[in-house]
T-cell receptor, first 114, second 112 residues
Framework: EAQVTQNPRYLITVTGKKLTVTCSQN?????MSWYRQDPGLGLRQIYY???????DKGDVPEGYKVSRKEKRNFPLILESPSPNQTSLYFC?????????????FGSGTRLTVV | AQTVTQSQPEMSVQEAETVTLSCTYD???????LFWYKQPPSRQMILVIR??????QNATENRFSVNFQKAAKSFSLKISDSQLGDAAMYFC?????????FGAGTRLTVKP
């Protein structure tokens, strides 16, 4: 089954403790992206990647890092999480230039930073 | 940069009735795509309907249809014969050149 797999689904952590949210897709997609969803703000893009070793900032990149060492994986790293990063996070992917058909989304990660 | 505005944070509809969710966007591009996504309590993002900007004909998918007004930069979603399973958060999205932008969402409640 074609899918984007995110882990974990829920995560509660403490301020300053480094964490990684994993994202993996099995569709050989070049394009991958991370969004955060907050009430009243919708989904905002954090980082995106057009291909292996190619990443770029979205609209809200502060406090986040990403890497794209393999085509299928695009982890989101919070090196020193803060409470304002409490949010619902989505990973999405598409073939390059095919986002016009819509993205495939992961099932989301609910992160709480206390 | 493109922006997407959903001015209705919450909407309510009686089961079997029709409801329209509003969306406007701002862009200087002529070639783009518009989407409505549904997010039920499971949090899954489900593509409901898609519209190509160069097509004048409004997209329809069963009980879901859009009213696309390109000049007015408006893209509303009409849900006919509403069902309890339609209750969800609905996001309007704009896509152009590997960039997808979302509105703030409209939470739809369906009353039995």
């Amino acid at each position: 089954e074609a899918q984007v797999t995110q882990n974990p689904r829920y995560l509660i952590t403490v301020t300053g403790k480094k964490l990684t949210v994993t994202c993996s897709q099995n569709m050989n997609h070049e394009y991958m992206s991370w969004y955060r969803q907050d009430p009243g703000l919708g989904l905002r893009q954090i980082y995106y990647s057009m291909n292996v070793e190619v990443t770029d900032k979205g609209d809200v990149p502060e406090g986040y890092k990403v890497s794209r060492k393999e085509k299928r994986n695009f982890p989101l790293i919070l090196e020193s999480p803060s409470p304002n990063q409490t949010s619902l996070y989505f990973c999405a992917s598409s073939a390059l230039g095919q986002g016009r058909n819509g993205y495939t989304f992961g099932s989301g990660t609910r992160l709480t930073v206390v | 940069a493109q922006t997407v505005t959903q001015s209705q944070p919450e909407m309510s509809v009686q089961e079997a009735e029709t409801v329209t969710l509003s969306c406007t966007y701002d862009t200087s591009e002529s070639d783009y795509y518009l989407f409505w996504y549904k997010q039920p309590p499971s949090r899954q993002m489900i593509l409901v309907i898609r519209q190509e900007a160069y097509k004048q004909q409004n997209a329809t998918e069963n009980r879901f249809s859009v009213n696309f007004q390109k000049a007015a930069k408006s893209f509303s979603l009409k849900i006919s014969d509403s069902q309890l399973g339609d209750a969800a958060m609905y996001f309007c999205a704009f896509y152009n050149n590997n960039d997808m932008r979302f509105g703030a969402g409209t939470r739809l409640t369906v009353k039995p």
